[in-house]
């Protein structure tokens, strides 16, 4: 069992944390609008500092586990979860358009956010 620096009580804040974010991720495998790997980054983050179980159970899990190794490893993005995080943000904008139907500024600062946030998954390596 892995020793912790971090007080025991913090302890329990990042497994709560890391919880909350794997049932976020979990969410976002569902639902086009909401990421997936991103939130399970959070969590493999937090279970790090606070349980080494779920920290090994997120690294091997047969879904989720190859894309976190990738990231934290060699900061790669596969082409085919790029794909789906630009087509969930595009499919999820196009949702928010037409259910929302928001005023100008909100939907121009969307774009601008989800854009940005396209590049920088774009332009990380594939391999």
Known sequence: MKEFNTPAPLRIVY??????M?????????????????FLLVASWCFAR??????????????????????EERGVISPFIKFLAVGGMAIGFCSFMLIAQPVLWLALATICILIVISIYILTRPSR
């Open 15 to 20: 497994l709560v944390i890391g919880c909350l």
């Open 22 to 38: 794997v049932v976020l991720g979990i969410i976002g495998a569902v639902l086009p609008i909401m990421p997936t790997v991103p």
């Open 50 to 71: 606070s349980s080494p179980r779920f920290h090994n159970w997120l690294h091997h899990h047969k879904i989720f586990g190859p894309p976190i190794k990738q990231w």
